[in-house]
């Protein structure tokens, strides 16, 4: 069975660091993109970040860019997310994916595999 297992999630203050891990279990995934998407309260989810299969490619969403990074640890089967310099609009469940192909795309529809979430509350 292929599971998706994020965590590391919590409480963090806002200007705060935090690290996100999506641990992989079922099938490798080091020929696939993966990506990181949210959830706020009252909103539809929405992309945060993606990398591929290579790992030359690693797009953000403008919202993020220039304070998140996204990494992978194909011999661990992990995914990461390093949250810098949070603020409250990163509050929201966040949830990895995985998909079938190999390039790294900002839509989610391009993914089978989903966790489950690991919430994030930025305070203020």
């Known amino acids: 069975q292929v599971q998706l297992v994020e965590s590391g999630g919590g409480l963090v203050q806002v200007g705060g660091s935090l690290r996100l891990s999506c641990a992989s279990y079922?099938?490798?995934?080091?020929?696939?993109?993966m990506a990181w998407f949210r959830q706020a309260p009252g909103k539809a989810r929405e992309f945060v970040t993606t990398?591929?299969?290579?790992?030359?490619?690693?797009l953000y969403a403008d919202s993020v860019k220039g304070r998140f990074k996204i990494s992978r640890d194909k011999a661990k089967n992990m995914m990461y997310l390093r949250m810098n310099s949070t603020e409250p609009g990163d509050t929201g469940v966040y949830y990895c994916a995985a998909g079938d192909d190999s390039s790294a795309t900002g839509f989610g529809g391009a993914y089978a595999y989903w966790g489950q979430g690991t919430q994030v509350t930025v305070s203020s």
């Open positions: 079922g099938r490798p995934f080091d020929r696939s993109a």
């Open positions: 990398i591929s299969a290579s790992e030359r490619t690693k």
